[in-house]
């Protein structure tokens, strides 16, 4: 079978209800509701499945007697062999859309046209933009050489006291001698 859709559209789905002589929701929610051509037999249908359930609700043909009325610029209804529908939907455009193709669907059978209106063409996808080139790596920073070790720091005054007076600087288990570039400790024993 080679059965198209050539109109989409959002809507709540409702029956009328003879008993209560109202309209009753199907299932509460919005329902994906197509009107179908099949080329290979030349017939239209609406199908409407629940996006809560994902079950058809609605699986009506389309024949060149049918009614269809629009109630509000939302709301629009039909009848076939078995029940009347209505059709809340989503919006005012979305509703002129599935409002054209059924309409035009009952023109076509009415005239004997076999071939569905024409789908309106879907613009060309935007090219995917070229990737960006990779950012160049950051250079590598030279490693820094680890700081140099401190220099031993003498208190003040005891190089001095050591310059002036080396023989008073020695006591029973110290002493102190000063170098060119630092103060080295002894030990004695």
């Not at 198209?4 to 008993?19: E, K, L, N, P, T």
């Not at 994906?32 to 994902?54: E, P, Q």
Request: proline share 13%; glycine share 6%.
């Amino acid at each position: 079978m080679a059965e198209s859709s050539i109109a989409a559209a959002r809507a709540a789905v409702y029956y009328y209800d003879q008993a209560t002589k109202g309209w009753k929701s199907v299932d509460g929610g919005l329902s994906r509701v197509d009107v179908f051509f099949n080329s290979s037999n030349s017939t239209y249908r609406v199908v409407g499945i629940s996006t809560k359930t994902n079950q058809a609700v609605i699986n009506s043909p389309i024949f060149k007697e049918l009614n269809f009325q629009k109630a509000s610029n939302l709301f629009y209804q039909w009848s076939d062999a078995k029940n009347s529908y209505g059709l809340n939907f989503a919006s005012e455009p979305e509703a002129n859309l599935f409002a054209t193709a059924m309409n035009d669907s009952i023109a076509k059978l009415k005239a004997g046209v076999s071939a569905p209106p024409p789908p309106a063409p879907k613009p060309a996808p935007a090219p995917a933009p070229a990737p960006a080139p990779a950012p160049a790596p950051a250079p590598t920073p030279a490693p820094t050489p680890p700081p140099a070790a401190p220099k031993p720091a003498a208190a003040p005054g005891i190089i001095d006291a050591f310059k002036k007076h080396p023989q008073k600087m020695v006591t029973g288990t110290v002493a102190l001698t000063a170098a060119s570039l630092g103060v080295y400790m002894w030990a004695y024993g």
